[in-house]
Protein backbone atom coordinates (compact mmCIF):
# COMPACT_ATOMS: atom_id res chain seq x y z
CA UNK A 1 0.00 0.00 0.00
CA UNK A 2 1.20 3.28 -0.97
CA UNK A 3 2.07 5.47 2.39
CA UNK A 4 -0.93 7.98 3.31
CA UNK A 5 -1.35 11.65 4.09
CA UNK A 6 -0.92 11.41 7.83
CA UNK A 7 -4.87 12.07 9.67
CA UNK A 8 -5.28 15.07 11.56
CA UNK A 9 -7.95 15.27 13.99
CA UNK A 10 -9.18 18.74 11.87
CA UNK A 11 -9.42 15.99 9.29
CA UNK A 12 -11.75 13.77 11.21
CA UNK A 13 -13.85 16.46 12.90
CA UNK A 14 -14.85 17.42 9.16
CA UNK A 15 -16.13 14.03 8.68
CA UNK A 16 -19.83 14.78 8.79
CA UNK A 17 -21.96 12.98 6.20
CA UNK A 18 -24.16 15.59 6.08
CA UNK A 19 -21.28 17.71 4.30
CA UNK A 20 -20.85 14.73 1.82
CA UNK A 21 -18.20 12.34 2.57
CA UNK A 22 -18.05 8.81 3.04
CA UNK A 23 -18.74 7.38 6.45
CA UNK A 24 -15.20 6.77 7.88
CA UNK A 25 -13.19 3.94 9.93
CA UNK A 26 -11.67 3.40 13.31
CA UNK A 27 -10.31 -0.19 14.34
CA UNK A 28 -8.42 -0.76 17.46
CA UNK A 29 -4.86 -1.78 17.93
CA UNK A 30 -3.27 -2.60 21.10
CA UNK A 31 0.37 -3.64 19.26
CA UNK A 32 2.86 -2.44 16.50
CA UNK A 33 1.44 -5.86 14.28
CA UNK A 34 -2.04 -4.27 14.90
CA UNK A 35 -1.48 -1.21 14.18
CA UNK A 36 0.78 -1.62 11.09
CA UNK A 37 -1.87 -4.49 9.54
CA UNK A 38 -4.81 -2.13 10.11
CA UNK A 39 -3.22 1.31 9.08
CA UNK A 40 -2.38 -0.81 5.49
CA UNK A 41 -5.78 -1.25 5.18
CA UNK A 42 -6.42 2.27 5.10
CA UNK A 43 -8.11 2.92 8.12
CA UNK A 44 -8.93 6.23 9.10
CA UNK A 45 -8.13 6.07 12.78
CA UNK A 46 -6.36 3.20 15.24
CA UNK A 47 -8.34 3.04 18.63
CA UNK A 48 -5.81 1.60 21.51
CA UNK A 49 -8.81 1.01 23.60
CA UNK A 50 -8.70 0.46 26.95
CA UNK A 51 -10.57 -3.13 25.55
CA UNK A 52 -7.00 -4.07 25.65
CA UNK A 53 -8.10 -5.62 29.29
CA UNK A 54 -10.21 -7.97 28.06
CA UNK A 55 -9.75 -8.45 24.16
CA UNK A 56 -5.87 -8.92 25.07
CA UNK A 57 -4.91 -9.16 28.92
CA UNK A 58 -7.35 -11.91 29.66
CA UNK A 59 -9.60 -9.61 31.78
CA UNK A 60 -13.20 -9.81 32.44
CA UNK A 61 -13.87 -6.24 32.14
CA UNK A 62 -11.92 -3.06 31.56
CA UNK A 63 -11.71 -1.58 35.04
CA UNK A 64 -8.62 -3.09 36.19
CA UNK A 65 -6.55 -1.24 33.12
CA UNK A 66 -4.35 1.45 34.52
CA UNK A 67 -2.31 4.73 32.50
CA UNK A 68 0.61 3.36 32.41
CA UNK A 69 -0.85 -0.19 30.54
CA UNK A 70 -2.80 2.69 28.05
CA UNK A 71 0.61 4.42 27.86
CA UNK A 72 2.47 1.23 27.26
CA UNK A 73 -0.15 0.29 24.26
CA UNK A 74 0.00 3.58 22.63
CA UNK A 75 3.93 3.09 22.16
CA UNK A 76 3.70 -0.18 20.52
CA UNK A 77 0.90 1.42 18.22
CA UNK A 78 2.53 4.48 17.64
CA UNK A 79 5.94 2.17 16.72
CA UNK A 80 4.38 1.55 13.50
CA UNK A 81 4.35 5.47 12.48
CA UNK A 82 0.89 4.69 11.00
CA UNK A 83 -0.58 7.50 8.74
CA UNK A 84 -4.41 6.72 10.90
CA UNK A 85 -5.09 9.19 13.86
CA UNK A 86 -4.04 7.66 16.86
CA UNK A 87 -6.86 7.81 19.53
CA UNK A 88 -6.06 6.43 23.24
CA UNK A 89 -8.72 5.36 25.49
CA UNK A 90 -8.72 7.65 28.86
CA UNK A 91 -8.47 4.41 31.49
CA UNK A 92 -11.36 4.10 34.32
CA UNK A 93 -10.49 6.96 37.13
CA UNK A 94 -8.18 8.80 35.68
CA UNK A 95 -10.36 11.14 34.62
CA UNK A 96 -12.89 11.14 37.35
CA UNK A 97 -11.68 13.22 40.28
CA UNK A 98 -10.05 16.06 39.55
CA UNK A 99 -9.38 17.96 36.24
CA UNK A 100 -6.13 18.70 36.67
CA UNK A 101 -5.66 14.88 37.10
CA UNK A 102 -7.60 14.40 33.82
CA UNK A 103 -4.90 16.82 32.04
CA UNK A 104 -2.06 14.77 33.40
CA UNK A 105 -2.93 11.62 32.60
CA UNK A 106 -4.24 12.70 29.00
CA UNK A 107 -1.00 14.20 28.59
CA UNK A 108 0.48 10.92 29.88
CA UNK A 109 -1.14 9.00 26.70
CA UNK A 110 0.04 12.22 24.42
CA UNK A 111 3.74 11.60 25.20
CA UNK A 112 3.40 7.94 24.67
CA UNK A 113 2.36 8.82 20.67
CA UNK A 114 -1.65 9.45 20.79
CA UNK A 115 -2.98 12.50 18.82
CA UNK A 116 -5.67 12.66 20.94
CA UNK A 117 -7.23 11.06 23.71
CA UNK A 118 -10.96 9.50 24.42
CA UNK A 119 -13.49 9.24 27.68
CA UNK A 120 -16.65 7.75 28.21
CA UNK A 121 -19.50 9.88 30.14
CA UNK A 122 -21.71 12.77 29.02
CA UNK A 123 -22.40 16.17 31.05
CA UNK A 124 -20.99 14.59 34.22
CA UNK A 125 -17.77 15.09 32.54
CA UNK A 126 -17.85 17.99 31.13
CA UNK A 127 -15.51 20.09 33.22
CA UNK A 128 -12.80 17.14 32.52
CA UNK A 129 -12.71 17.37 28.58
CA UNK A 130 -12.83 21.52 28.91
CA UNK A 131 -9.84 21.36 31.27
CA UNK A 132 -7.96 18.69 29.00
CA UNK A 133 -8.91 20.20 25.54
CA UNK A 134 -7.89 24.25 27.50
CA UNK A 135 -4.50 22.03 28.05
CA UNK A 136 -4.64 21.66 23.82
CA UNK A 137 -5.40 18.01 23.38
CA UNK A 138 -8.17 17.16 21.36
CA UNK A 139 -10.93 14.81 22.87
CA UNK A 140 -12.88 12.13 21.68
CA UNK A 141 -16.17 11.24 23.75
CA UNK A 142 -18.17 7.78 24.24
CA UNK A 143 -21.81 7.71 24.95
CA UNK A 144 -24.43 4.88 25.24
CA UNK A 145 -23.10 1.49 26.68
CA UNK A 146 -20.06 2.69 28.03
CA UNK A 147 -17.88 -0.47 29.77
CA UNK A 148 -16.40 1.59 32.21
CA UNK A 149 -19.96 2.09 33.53
CA UNK A 150 -20.47 -1.78 33.85
CA UNK A 151 -21.58 -1.66 37.65
CA UNK A 152 -23.63 1.00 37.37
CA UNK A 153 -25.75 -0.18 34.46
CA UNK A 154 -25.85 -3.80 36.21
CA UNK A 155 -23.96 -5.41 32.60
CA UNK A 156 -23.35 -5.07 29.12
CA UNK A 157 -26.58 -3.82 28.48
CA UNK A 158 -28.22 -1.26 24.99
CA UNK A 159 -28.57 2.07 26.27
CA UNK A 160 -31.47 4.37 25.72
CA UNK A 161 -34.36 2.15 25.11
CA UNK A 162 -36.91 4.46 26.42
CA UNK A 163 -37.49 8.22 25.26
CA UNK A 164 -36.22 9.51 28.55
CA UNK A 165 -33.02 8.06 28.47
CA UNK A 166 -32.79 8.58 24.64
CA UNK A 167 -33.51 12.60 25.52
CA UNK A 168 -30.63 12.36 28.40
CA UNK A 169 -28.36 10.52 25.43
CA UNK A 170 -29.19 13.26 23.31
CA UNK A 171 -28.75 15.97 25.74
CA UNK A 172 -25.10 14.51 27.32
CA UNK A 173 -24.02 14.72 22.89
CA UNK A 174 -24.48 18.11 23.15
CA UNK A 175 -23.08 19.09 26.64
CA UNK A 176 -19.97 17.06 25.59
CA UNK A 177 -20.26 18.70 22.31
CA UNK A 178 -20.53 22.15 24.24
CA UNK A 179 -17.18 21.14 25.95
CA UNK A 180 -14.88 21.39 23.06
CA UNK A 181 -15.53 16.89 22.02
CA UNK A 182 -14.14 16.99 18.51
CA UNK A 183 -16.03 13.84 18.04
CA UNK A 184 -17.92 11.16 19.98
CA UNK A 185 -18.05 7.27 19.87
CA UNK A 186 -21.98 6.17 20.35
CA UNK A 187 -21.90 2.21 21.80
CA UNK A 188 -24.79 -0.19 21.64
CA UNK A 189 -27.87 2.61 21.12
CA UNK A 190 -31.15 1.63 18.94
CA UNK A 191 -30.33 3.26 15.48
CA UNK A 192 -33.00 5.87 15.74
CA UNK A 193 -31.26 7.47 18.94
CA UNK A 194 -27.77 7.52 17.45
CA UNK A 195 -29.17 9.10 13.96
CA UNK A 196 -31.34 11.76 16.19
CA UNK A 197 -27.67 12.61 17.89
CA UNK A 198 -26.16 12.27 14.99
CA UNK A 199 -28.39 14.98 12.94
CA UNK A 200 -28.42 17.37 15.84
CA UNK A 201 -24.19 17.45 16.47
CA UNK A 202 -22.20 19.03 14.20
CA UNK A 203 -19.20 17.20 15.26
CA UNK A 204 -19.22 13.60 14.00
CA UNK A 205 -20.37 10.42 15.30
CA UNK A 206 -18.61 6.70 15.15
CA UNK A 207 -20.86 3.84 15.59
CA UNK A 208 -20.66 0.56 17.26
CA UNK A 209 -23.75 -1.37 17.83
CA UNK A 210 -25.32 2.17 16.63
CA UNK A 211 -26.98 1.46 13.17
CA UNK A 212 -25.39 2.46 9.69
CA UNK A 213 -26.84 6.40 10.05
CA UNK A 214 -23.40 7.45 11.84
CA UNK A 215 -20.40 9.56 10.31
CA UNK A 216 -18.41 6.61 10.71
CA UNK A 217 -18.07 3.06 12.34
CA UNK A 218 -15.81 0.96 14.68
CA UNK A 219 -14.74 -2.67 15.16
CA UNK A 220 -12.65 -4.09 17.86
CA UNK A 221 -9.56 -5.94 15.94
CA UNK A 222 -10.03 -9.25 17.49
CA UNK A 223 -13.56 -9.23 16.99
CA UNK A 224 -13.67 -8.40 13.13
CA UNK A 225 -10.44 -11.43 12.81
CA UNK A 226 -12.53 -13.60 14.69
CA UNK A 227 -9.71 -13.98 17.83
CA UNK A 228 -12.15 -13.61 20.69
CA UNK A 229 -12.69 -16.24 22.90
CA UNK A 230 -16.93 -15.83 23.09
CA UNK A 231 -19.40 -15.23 21.07
CA UNK A 232 -19.14 -12.12 19.35
CA UNK A 233 -21.93 -9.37 20.00
CA UNK A 234 -25.06 -8.98 17.86
CA UNK A 235 -22.97 -5.50 16.08
CA UNK A 236 -19.79 -6.98 15.39
CA UNK A 237 -19.16 -8.76 11.38
CA UNK A 238 -16.71 -11.23 11.59
CA UNK A 239 -14.41 -10.76 8.43
CA UNK A 240 -12.01 -13.37 8.98
CA UNK A 241 -11.45 -16.58 10.82
CA UNK A 242 -7.98 -15.54 11.95
CA UNK A 243 -8.48 -17.79 14.53
CA UNK A 244 -9.00 -20.76 13.40
CA UNK A 245 -6.23 -20.04 10.66
CA UNK A 246 -3.50 -19.78 13.66
CA UNK A 247 -4.76 -23.12 15.74
CA UNK A 248 -4.37 -24.97 12.13
CA UNK A 249 -0.73 -23.05 11.05
CA UNK A 250 0.58 -24.15 14.71
CA UNK A 251 -1.19 -27.60 14.82
CA UNK A 252 1.21 -27.83 11.70
CA UNK A 253 4.39 -27.17 13.07
CA UNK A 254 3.68 -29.52 16.15
CA UNK A 255 2.78 -32.21 13.89
CA UNK A 256 5.67 -31.34 11.56
CA UNK A 257 8.64 -31.41 14.80
CA UNK A 258 6.73 -34.36 16.01
CA UNK A 259 7.40 -36.24 12.56
CA UNK A 260 10.67 -34.80 11.82
CA UNK A 261 9.43 -33.00 8.70
CA UNK A 262 10.74 -29.68 10.20
CA UNK A 263 13.09 -28.34 10.16
CA UNK A 264 14.22 -30.08 6.44
CA UNK A 265 17.86 -29.45 5.54
CA UNK A 266 17.14 -25.88 3.69
CA UNK A 267 15.86 -24.89 6.76
CA UNK A 268 19.30 -25.76 8.36
CA UNK A 269 22.55 -23.88 8.87
CA UNK A 270 25.76 -25.84 7.74
CA UNK A 271 28.99 -25.45 8.60
CA UNK A 272 31.70 -24.57 6.16
CA UNK A 273 33.23 -27.80 4.61
CA UNK A 274 36.68 -26.67 6.43
CA UNK A 275 34.99 -27.44 9.77
CA UNK A 276 36.04 -31.30 9.90
CA UNK A 277 39.50 -30.28 8.62
O1 LIG B 1 -12.06 0.25 24.13
C1 LIG B 1 -12.69 0.06 23.06
O2 LIG B 1 -12.43 -0.87 22.29
C2 LIG B 1 -13.74 1.02 22.71
C3 LIG B 1 -14.57 0.69 21.50
C4 LIG B 1 -15.57 -0.33 21.83
C5 LIG B 1 -15.18 1.91 20.92
O3 LIG B 1 -13.93 1.98 23.38
Request: proline share 5%; charged share 15%.
Amino acid sequence: MTSRTPITVPDVARRKRSGGSTPFTMVTAYDEPSARLADAAGVDLLLVGDSVGNTVLGRPDTLSVTVDEMAHHTRAVAAASPSALIVADMPWMSYHLDPMDAVRNAATLIRAGAGCVKLEGGANRAAAIAAITAAEIPVMGHLGLTPQSLLAMGGFKVQGKTKDAAAKLLADAEAIQDAGCFAVVLEGIPDVVANTITEALAIPTIGIGAGAGTDGQVLVFHDLLGLGNRTPAKFVRTYADIGTQITGAISAFVADVASGAFPSDAETYHAPKSFND
